[in-house]
């Protein structure tokens, strides 16, 4: 089984309002990815997470909070965001975090800042 | 540093014509490569992968292999349908990166017509 689930597909949200993002997946697997993808570009790395730990913060604005608490489970929480944070937001999952791993995805959250 | 250069879309094929699409990369070290696939409103999906020099990964009729001589990991299909029309992104992990260093390259798009 190599899947990794996100909810909510779908999310509109306005300017002001809170709202997160979830990721789970049941691999094994103690590395675990933010990625921002917006039209017809490829994924940008956000935040990645080792054995619970942030190791990765790619100068995310800090109206994105990570939060990973435990090994399965991978958050994103949303405030005060810009009508220019409307992507797809994955998130992915691998072994351990190491080098030439391979990264399993989940099918996203389309997000809509209004 | 690492680099990964696809060739661009949106590349147009009939159904049943024979797919190339060229990838070559740049590495220090000697990296994973991958293909993703992600069909129209979905995540990532990774197609096949090659961890070291000849290999050849395939899947669902798709096959590449890693050619270190000239750092190239081309997607060829013999006969493409009409549910392959995707996006495929090459990417590439490197030993000797950080975590969360999956490289990928722009993405070609591609519509198979009947």
């Known amino acids: 089984d190599t899947e990794v689930t996100q909810t909510p597909k779908h999310l509109v949200m306005g300017m002001t309002n809170k709202k997160s993002l979830k990721c789970e997946q049941h691999m094994g697997h103690r590395a675990m990815y933010w990625y921002k993808q917006k039209a017809k570009k490829p994924p940008e790395l956000m935040f990645v997470y080792s054995y619970e730990k942030l190791s990765i913060n790619e100068s995310v604005p800090s109206r994105f909070s990570p939060e990973c608490p435990n090994s399965s489970l991978l958050n994103l929480h949303l405030h005060a965001l810009q009508p220019e944070d409307s992507a797809l937001y994955l998130c992915?999952?691998?072994?351990?975090?190491?080098?030439?791993?391979?990264?399993?995805f989940g099918p996203g959250t389309r997000l809509l800042v209004l | 540093g690492n680099s990964v250069t696809q060739m661009e879309g949106p590349v147009t094929l009939s159904e049943e014509a024979f797919l190339t699409i060229n990838c070559t990369y740049t590495?220090?070290?000697?990296?994973?490569l991958f293909w993703y696939v992600q069909y129209p409103g979905e995540g990532l999906q990774l197609l096949l992968k090659?961890?070291?020099?000849?290999d050849k990964g395939s899947n669902k009729g798709f096959e590449a292999t890693y050619r270190k001589e000239t750092t190239s990991f081309h997607l060829e299909k013999g006969s493409v349908q009409v549910s392959d029309s995707a996006v495929y992104f090459c990417a590439l992990s490197d030993q000797w990166g950080s975590q969360g260093n999956l490289i990928f390259g722009k993405g070609t798009k591609l519509s198979v017509k009947p």
């Open positions: 590495a220090t070290g000697y990296p994973s």
């Open positions: 992915a999952s691998s072994q351990d975090g190491s080098g030439q791993e391979t990264q399993y």
């Open positions: 090659a961890t070291k020099a000849d």
